[in-house]
């Protein structure tokens, strides 16, 4: 029978960022895949070889627009481990606060983008209503609703008010009551089972094989999570647990971003009753001294690492990032394999791809299906006019 | 007022336009910040369907494109292309910083700063990223400047020069072929 | 003359084209503001849909390249005729004037034609998402046309006529078919909903998957003619079921003006596709999108089936009530 | 039990290694055994995983740095050092699926070989971007006259 060759993308309704895939159907069915992230690659680990720490830190917060904290506290945190530098405990909390209410925001999104995926708009509507009392606290804490700027070497920017605590505080309970909400929803809505259930599954051992991190991951059991395992800002004080499922499909990574949702809306309330008195920062230098430091974090996608290496001036000598969704790629070329065309865009939808993270470099990924190995075919031309292009073979 | 003056059918059709605005979504490089703002919008707090405004996933159906963030130097032959798909009459809004002047990124080895050098902007909106309230202010005020070209029979008023396409290298050359 | 005149107007007025279109665009106003209204939010103004239709019309058209803009062009004004013509033989305010026996088969055939516009409109674009949803288009055609006829054959079979305006004086007569014939009516509405491609069955159109399927390349005049033959066939649609399940706009009584008749029979019309509208924006709202080959497995194993028991049941109570 | 110094102790052999951190183990090794080194650290140490792998240019050599974790979350760093003029390791990414991707990128960025991985052609960048040039290089500049994906800008 006839392959089909399908491009998606550069600029596709599923996809919220460019990425091209080519997929080779047969039928409605997957036979292989080829991946081009490149689109976005905009050079920022060369740029920031060249900016100093200072001016790093928001040209790091925009390398994505939905984990800016996570890239900006991993990086800062990085450079104050070289530096040998302690910052104060409230500064940690009132970083970890930003964090868990990034990874709710994210979460919440993605429980909406995973809906829209399936057609399911009403989900879309009433996580993305929720999801902005989660913005409304952010954008009071921080000034803004993405990119939050807070923080800088040694430190946060900006101090809690108590009437910001206690508005973030009241704000609470509905999120709690709604975070349920979905739970129930979740495992309960035919047609979400229907989508979810046994699509894009990935067993334990092709999860540690292909490396895919943070809720692809546990959700096949794996329990790597980087805030248990390394803890890191207010982690080590803050008792939570690690959501883990063993199902392994896009229903299993669903519940566990919802399980997740409710953990960190612990955490969050955790912080926001137990945050310590205290200065917010620490007087930091402005250079660095010669050292290097793999910079591990939970971003909402799963674990950041950036590998920072400094050379004894205000700048880095190099700084590479390796972010979740990268890691995740592997996988998701693995799962895509058999699939039905219908959905692809639920499986690429469920690592939660963050491709203005991933094509700062950029990566092409095959898959042979029969065999599950990974091997890399020529690349070929790539027809990018998605538009009027059907070719056959 | 010169509107009084068009005929039936175009002021029919001029009205309906400002009514009926679909836009669509192109992210040439952004950072992901001004793609969730844009879908912030659709949400029950902002809500734009109450102003006719449709997100459309087909550039043919779209009277607006909205080019979210700084042109790679990889998407503007790409976002050019798609511009080109869309129907007349057509408008295109650069968000951010980024699409106005690369924001962050400027100077940046693979960016080509900004959304102009690639096809004509219409309107510009400051921000990094823009509030929902704000992506809303710039189609309204996209709509202001529909209203003003149907008056004047075109976009060629306040256009000082033509926007050249973009000099492409070889290889886009073949694809093109 | 008057005869003559009273069918024009009857075409081309009311109940006809004119009516038609403008009860179109209300109902797609109400469905899309029932759904926003759920989703908590605003939604649109009333006159939406009709500031969709002029803009698209006076958008320019663009011929894809290799494509035969003439074909391109015929296509959605052919599914708009077809669909239009199918409500003129609809009972609105009483019988039809054009009724005559067999009209149902004729109805049901004309309105299954826009998925078949819709198969050639992508197969025509030659654009690979545009194929994929013309094709989706076709087979989805396939599995819910047999339970939505199976379905709409029952209240023919019962009423022992293929003239929709007999079954609704039928049902004038006796009784509803939606007390006798549940089951069928539930199959009926959700062949509909599968017919009209709205969520959960907007499969060919999926614009997470194929962008917009068949209607990815149609521009301008073209666009806005296949969508108004969407909303045509909702009010073509939920009118049929009304008239077939709901017993129409047939009143238990007859009012001495004819005048006076007519209008309570359009009143009820009016409320009772209003009801079906409510019931279809519910489904659409609580609903994601099935996969095909789900719909496959739902509409044979499930839909088909209870279909066919329902053509039983109707044949035993033929058999035991009405034919005696 | 694998702990932090029976790593230590066991990497010894493939060259020098040291504790570095609390739960991270550094290892200077050359480029022949790097993959003996990786098996190792699978094999007997429980290091499955990969988290990334790091390139640096040091202006007269290259750095690689290849990152392994395991259960017992002790990272493993593996550091090869290999010359400027044609920087090549042998690839990984039979061993560990994932390191085809970061092998590709870094190929892309710093134009390091990998000989045996199946395929290392240009995928970050795009198809006309200039042959023998590595954005992230120190000493790389943009030539005026080339063309970098598809556009050609008056910066450049």
């Keep these: 029978m006839a392959e089909v060759v399908i491009p998606i993308g550069p600029q596709h309704p599923a996809l919220k960022e460019p990425v091209n895939f080519r997929i080779i159907a047969d039928g409605e069915k997957i036979v292989r895949l080829e991946l081009d992230l490149s689109y976005n690659h905009r050079g920022i680990e060369k740029a920031a070889e060249q900016r100093n720490f200072i001016r790093v830190l928001p040209l790091l917060e925009r390398v994505c627009g939905i984990c800016s904290h996570s890239h900006a506290t991993n990086f800062a945190k990085g450079v104050e481990e070289i530096m040998a530098l302690e910052i104060p405990p409230r500064a940690r909390y009132i970083r970890t606060i930003i964090a868990e209410l990034e990874r709710m925001h994210s979460h919440l999104l993605w429980l909406g983008v995973a809906a829209h995926e399936i057609g399911f708009n009403t989900l879309f509507m009433w996580t993305w209503r929720d999801r902005e009392a989660v913005q409304d606290t952010l954008e009071e804490m921080s000034g803004n609703r993405v990119h939050y700027g807070m923080n800088e070497i040694g430190g946060v920017r900006r101090d809690l008010t108590p009437a910001q605590i206690q508005a973030a505080l009241s704000r609470l309970p509905v999120l709690e009551e709604r975070v349920r909400q979905y739970r129930q929803m979740v495992e309960s809505e035919e047609t979400l089972l229907m989508r979810f259930r046994g699509v894009g599954r990935l067993s334990k051992e092709e999860v540690l094989k292909y490396g895919a991190v943070g809720p692809t991951a546990r959700a096949s059991g794996v329990d790597y999570d980087v805030r248990k395992d390394d803890p890191y800002l207010a982690y080590a004080e803050v008792p939570f647990n690690v959501v883990t499922d063993t199902s392994g499909d896009v229903y299993g990574r669903t519940r566990v971003r919802v399980g997740e949702l409710g953990e960190s809306l612990k955490i969050v309330r955790y912080c926001l009753e137990h945050i310590p008195e205290g200065p917010i920062r620490a007087d930091a230098p402005h250079t660095a001294p010669e050292g290097e430091t793999l910079s591990r974090y939970e971003a909402p996608r799963g674990e950041l690492a950036h590998f920072i290496r400094t050379n004894g001036t205000d700048k880095a000598e190099r700084i590479d990032i390796r972010t979740p969704t990268l890691a995740n790629w592997t996988s998701v070329a693995v799962c895509l394999v058999n699939q039905n065309l219908a959905d692809i865009p639920v499986i690429v939808a469920a690592i939660d791809p963050c491709l203005s993270c991933t094509s700062r470099l950029t990566v092409v990924n095959r898959n042979d299906g029969t065999a599950g190995v990974i091997t890399f075919d020529e690349l070929r031309r790539r027809r990018d006019r998605q538009w009027d292009r059907q070719e056959l073979r | 007022m010169a509107g009084a003056a068009l005929p039936l059918g175009r002021r029919l059709a001029g009205w309906a336009r400002l009514k009926s605005p679909w836009i669509t979504v192109y992210n040439s490089g952004a950072c992901n910040a001004c793609d969730i703002e844009i879908i912030a919008c659709l949400m029950p707090r902002f809500d734009i369907e109450r102003f006719g405004i449709l997100v459309k996933g087909s550039p043919r159906h779209a009277d607006i494109m909205i080019v979210t963030g700084n042109v790679t130097l990889k998407q503007a032959s790409r976002l050019r292309r798609v511009w080109e798909q869309m129907p007349e009459p057509k408008y295109v809004i650069a968000l951010g910083a980024c699409g106005a002047a690369g924001g962050v990124f400027h100077g940046l080895y693979h960016v080509a700063d900004d959304v102009n050098r690639v096809i004509p902007v219409d309107v510009y909106v400051a921000g990094c990223p823009p509030r929902p309230d704000e992506i809303i202010d710039a189609v309204v005020r996209c709509l202001g400047l529909m209203k003003e070209d149907a008056a004047h029979g075109g976009k060629e008023w306040r256009q000082e020069k033509p926007v050249p396409a973009p000099e492409t290298g070889p290889a886009a050359g073949r694809r093109a072929a | ?324 | 039990m694998t702990t932090i110094s029976t790593i230590t102790e066991r990497l010894q052999g493939f060259g020098t290694a040291e504790q570095v951190r609390s739960n991270r183990v550094r290892l200077k090794t050359t480029p022949d055994r790097v993959r003996d080194a990786i098996t190792v650290s699978q094999v007997m140490l429980g290091c499955d995983r990969l988290v990334t792998i790091s390139a640096l240019d040091h202006g007269t050599t290259f750095e690689l740095l290849y990152h392994l974790i395991g259960p017992h979350r002790i990272i493993i760093s593996l550091s090869v050092s290999l010359q400027r003029d044609h920087p090549s390791s042998p690839t990984v990414s039979d061993l560990l699926p994932p390191a085809g991707i970061y092998e590709r990128q870094i190929h892309d960025l710093f134009g390091i070989m990998f000989p045996g991985n199946p395929d290392l052609k240009k995928i970050i960048l795009n198809e006309d971007w200039p042959a023998d040039e590595y954005p992230l290089r120190k000493d790389w500049k943009p030539r005026p006259e080339s063309f970098y994906g598809g556009i050609k800008t008056e910066r450049l």
Excluded: H
Excluded at chain 3, 131 to 140: C, N, Q, S
Excluded at chain 3, 173 to 189: E, R, S
Excluded at chain 3, 279 to 297: C, E, K, M, P, W
């Design chain 3, 1 to 324: 003359m008057t005869d003559s005149l009273f069918l024009l107007v009857y075409i081309f007025l009311f109940p006809g084209f004119a009516f038609l279109i403008l009860y179109a665009w209300a109902l797609s106003f109400l469905d899309r503001k029932i759904a926003a209204r759920m989703q908590q939010r605003v939604g649109p103004p009333f006159y939406q849909p009709f500031a969709d239709f002029i803009k698209m019309l006076a958008k320019e058209v663009i011929n894809p390249r290799g494509v035969d803009w003439r074909l391109f062009d015929a296509i959605p004004l052919v599914a708009l005729a077809a669909v239009m013509t199918a409500f003129l033989y609809i009972p609105v305010t009483g019988a039809s004037p054009l009724a005559f026996p067999g009209d149902l088969v004729v109805v049901l055939y004309l309105l299954s034609l826009p998925a078949v516009a819709l198969f050639l409109l992508g197969w025509l674009s030659r654009n690979i998402f545009a194929a994929i949803g013309g094709v989706r288009a076709v087979t989805m055609l396939f599995i819910y046309e047999v339970p939505f006829f199976l379905a709409a054959l029952t209240p023919a079979l019962m009423a022992g006529s293929w003239s929709i305006s007999d079954i609704v004086l039928w049902q004038q007569k006796n009784l509803w078919f939606v007390f006798l014939q549940p089951i069928g009516f539930v199959v009926a509405l959700v062949g509909l909903q599968a017919k009209l491609e709205r969520t959960p069955f907007d499969i060919p159109e999926a614009e997470t998957e194929v962008i917009a399927g068949p209607w990815t390349e149609l521009t301008g005049r073209r666009l806005a003619l296949m969508d108004l033959c969407v909303q045509v066939s909702l009010v073509a649609g939920s009118a049929l079921i009304v008239a077939l399940f709901l017993g129409g706009p047939a009143l238990p009584w007859t009012l001495s003006p004819p005048w006076l008749n007519a209008l309570a029979g359009f009143l009820l019309f009016l409320i009772k596709t209003l009801a079906i509208i409510l019931i279809l924006a519910s489904i659409r709202v609580a609903t994601g999108r099935i996969r095909i080959d789900q719909l496959n497995d739902i509409g044979w194993k499930y839909l088909a089936g209870a279909a066919l028991v329902q053509v039983g049941i109707a044949l035993v109570i033929n058999y035991l009530w009405v034919t005696p």
